[in-house]
């Protein structure tokens, strides 16, 4: 059995199902790229039936990125197959994905097929595909609640109507570790034709399992595990590519030696650029990337990290893209040093015109911070990149309020090189805030969601700001950073307001 794992990423597909996340086509591609120069073995590219702009994208990363398989998804029929081909036939290697319910529950009520009919729309997908490229998965959704012998009867068909890769998904988090290795030794078993193909596992997390069920998968023989940068995905995510990659790098002796050729130092700027492309925040405590990874605050923690790292540090920071430095600038910090600092943060490849316009923010922030943290310029520079065409910009503001609760607001804004400006009431300065912007842009969005986070600790921390709005049927996302909230509420909500407006500009 070979040593090698394949690793199969479906960020662009899977990840991007996940509410808020819907990525336009060049960031999609810059995130393909991103996953090409990392290493991953095959890019999910998207799902090409689901819509004309779905198609594009999978068109133009199939043209575009080169070093991996890119593929693209289809359900078990003559329409999506073929807008698979058509997505994926400029790329170096392709694949299609096929797939179909094998579950009682999803063929009875959501395929009202019989099973001897999903097996014959099976063989005719996995028939069709293979008419096209060479290189076919197919794909038994919820096969963790599926017969265990149907699946082998099934999976002998699509292998023998020529499938080169096996896929058994969990698709709503259902399994265990110890039954879906087992599940996975019996297919291996009992399956005519395995033997030639590749087996891949594809988890979800909706009980928290999925890192888990992946590894205990690959210790039971499967070859390729579908995964998402931050783990990002339908409901509660997938299984995060981060975390497999590195739990078989980390603990070689008990995984035996299998390996996927990830560039691991990359992990961690990858990371930043999905959560910066979708608007979905890694949670601090994520493991691998998340920014209290490799923290260490309490005093034995730090008594024993300066005695000898290895007492509570498993791996190293530098092995995923972290830098363990935690220098402080301010406000003396000349240019050099700040150039410097973004380049040890792997920000190295900005414009002149970009570190000019950083570092005048940096200095602004210096003026209101004792200290500058890594945090805190992360943050600043993940803000600045974010930011596309601006319909929408902000001149001024100002907003008070009292104990009666209600709060006044003016803004000063620039719309398509006009100044306008305009004022409200609201409950709260920032619902004041939001009215008057409202009134001057009139998007007709509404706010679903307002988070704000703390980018570093202390009273005088930048305050962080994500929200997300709704704009007919499509959902966009901001963010904003600031000393002071209520600012990094509007730069959030301009933010999300100018991707809402570029893109109604592109589709009218």
Known sequence: MSDRLIIFDTTLRDGEQSPGATMATPEKL???RMLARMGVDVIEAGFPAASPGDLEAVRTIAREVKGSVIC?????NDQDIDAAWEGVRPAEEARIHTFIATSPVHMEYKLRMTPDQVVEAARRAVTRARGYVSNVEFSAEDATRSDWDFLCRIFAVAI???ATTINVPDTVG?????EYARLIQYLMENTPGIE???????CHDDLGMATANTLAAIQAGARQAEVTINGIGERAGNTSLEEVVMALHTRKDFYGGIMPRIETQMLVPASRLVSRTTGIVVQPNKAIVGANAFAHEAGIHQDGM???RDTYEIMTPQSVGWEASRLVLGKHSGRAGFTARLKELGYGDLSRERIDELYRRFIDLTDRKKTVTNADLIAIVEEDLQHGPERYVLSGWRAHSGSNGQAEAWVKMVIDGV???ASAVGNGQIDALFKAIDRLVNSGCTLEAFHIDAVTPGEDAQGEVTVRVRCGANIYNGRGVATDIVEAGVRAYLMALN???VATEVTV
């Open 196 to 202: 030639n193909v590749v087996v891949s596992v594809h």
């Open 72 to 76: 693209a998804l289809a359900r078990a």
């Open 160 to 162: 023998e109507a020529g």
């Open 419 to 421: 100044e306008r400006e």
């Open 30 to 32: 810059e995130v393909a």
């Open 306 to 308: 300066l005695k000898h």
């Open 499 to 501: 991707r809402a407006g």
């Open 174 to 178: 259902y399994t265990t570790p110890a």
